[in-house]
């Protein structure tokens, strides 16, 4: 069975009407594996606007702070190509539990840190145990779902959680550092990850293990490559472009994926399928999945700094000023699916990166001078209704066409993109918002920051209209829709 029969779905109007008799158990499955996905991706950045409580508690040095971040992200960037293939080949909802217990552990241990190293050790373990989790997640939901019309929800449903995830981990570390700790930044993840842990066997069922070898030398190689590409990225915005600490680490990662290329076309039991990149549609999706996360990177960068800076928002306020976008992403989750059946996945991909280009457009005019309703509110919320249009779209183009037994090696390596994706969006848009910056003030820069992020979203917009146009999907019936 493949998760997708072609890569562009289609719902006719004979569906059945009777709900198959293991829907609930499906339904209540797919709702665990989210919720363990909601706390994934809240972790890479529920610690954002803890970082100065957690610099005065524990004195880390302006250089090493950063780490609370990137270790975390390096670990799960650098593993999800592995957690992927290991989840295809051990069982999906076996590398799930490990992950999340990993997480969870690791969780309790980065709320205890006494220390700087304490909790970069600790928030790479988190990394670690994402990067096993995560893939098995969407996986899992290809394989829970009962049918293709719920497959398609659970795609808007992940998506909706992924991509609102991030800036509903701003309101709540604003909250928890208020009125707490930055340390339930952390802790927060406990009670949530043992209640998963305790219900996913119940109603979630496991995969089958795959016979054969493992592609040992397909695992080292797509680890390092992957490794040394972030720690490329994640390092360029202090040490440059043109470092070579930034060219090294380019050129081996560059290396390493070359040699992997190389192993995968002459193993029996590849580590990524070479079959997967030959589709263009595949690959169209993955580079506009990079694309527009790069592009919302500066969402997170650059707003968070205006509306602190610049309006004076505290911590909580600049969590609520999120709202529109997580809310416009999560409405949009609600009706993607059946637009997707009825337009097809192309013509909403297209409308939704033209909608963030034009986001971006209209946040790059921000000054000294503008409100928050007046200048951020409404590109906030068109930015999280084109979102909404795209991830959706995105993924289920992604994993069309996979079969059952790769779903784990596909996800891994759309989850890749994705944080491959963040990664050169940071790099890119805080160098060139670097390049513009007046010392004590943050709007020199901005401007060209924003229209940065615009052309990536307009990148992606083409990229979609050359290659993941379809034609309409046979229209539904009045009221189906």
């Not at 309006?311 to 699916?337: C, D, E, K």
């Not at 229209?451 to 309409?472: G, M, Q």
């Amino acid at each position: 069975m493949s998760v997708s029969e072609t890569a562009r779905t289609t719902v006719h109007p004979d569906l059945p009407t009777e709900l198959p008799p293991d829907a609930a158990r499906a339904a209540t499955g797919i709702a665990i594996v989210l919720v363990a996905q909601l706390m994934l991706v809240l972790d890479a950045t529920v610690v954002n606007v803890a970082l100065p409580a957690i610099d005065a508690d524990l004195g880390f040095g302006p250089a090493s702070l950063s780490w609370v971040l990137n270790g975390y992200t390096l670990a799960f960037g650098g593993l999800l190509l592995l957690g992927g293939r290991l989840g295809d080949v051990r069982g999906r909802l076996r590398l799930f539990e490990l992950g999340l217990a990993l997480f969870t552990a690791a969780s309790l241990l980065g709320g205890l840190a006494q220390t700087p190293g304490w909790l970069v050790a600790a928030r790479a373990a988190q990394g670690v145990g994402a990067a096993m989790a995560a893939p098995s997640v969407l996986a899992l939901l290809t394989t829970s779902a009962p049918d293709e019309a719920a497959r398609n929800r659970a795609f808007a449903l992940f998506a909706a959680v992924s991509s609102g995830g991030a800036s509903l981990g701003l309101l709540l570390g604003g909250f928890v550092t208020d009125v707490g700790s930055w340390r339930w930044t952390l802790w927060i993840n406990v009670p949530i990850g043992i209640a998963v842990l305790l219900l996913a066997r119940r109603f979630v069922t496991e995969t089958e293990q795959r016979p054969g070898r493992f592609d040992v030398g397909g695992a080292v190689t797509a680890t390092l490559g992957a490794v040394s590409l972030v720690w490329a990225l994640i390092g360029t915005p202090e040490h440059g472009w043109t470092s070579p600490r930034t060219l090294g680490a380019l050129a081996l990662g560059i290396a390493a994926l070359t040699a992997l290329a190389m192993i995968e076309r002459r193993v029996a039991h590849p580590m990524i399928q070479p079959h997967l990149l030959r589709s263009g549609r595949r690959i169209a999706a993955l580079a506009v999945m990079a694309l527009v996360v790069g592009a919302q990177l500066s969402m997170f960068f650059l707003v968070v700094q205006y509306v602190q800076r610049v309006l004076g928002f505290g911590p909580l306020a600049s969590g609520f000023a999120f709202l529109p976008l997580s809310l416009g992403i999560f409405a949009m989750s609600r009706v993607t699916p059946r637009l997707v059946a009825r337009f097809g996945p192309g013509a909403l991909i297209m409308v939704g990166t033209l909608g963030l280009t034009t986001s971006f457009v209209l946040l790059s005019e921000v000054g000294a001078t503008s409100t928050y309703f007046g200048a951020v509110f409404a590109p906030m919320l068109l930015n999280g209704l084109s979102a909404g249009l795209v991830f959706m779209p995105v993924t289920a183009t992604a994993l069309a066409g996979v079969e059952s037994e790769h779903a784990g090696s596909a996800s891994g390596l759309l989850q890749t993109t994705q944080q491959l994706g963040s990664a050169v969006g940071v790099a890119v848009i805080v160098s060139v918002y670097a390049a513009g910056a007046v010392p004590g003030e943050f709007l020199p820069g901005a401007r060209s920051a924003f229209l940065t992020s615009a052309t990536f979203a307009l990148v992606a917009f083409l990229v979609s209209t050359a290659v993941l146009r379809t034609r309409r999907a046979r229209s539904l019936p009045a009221g189906r829709l």
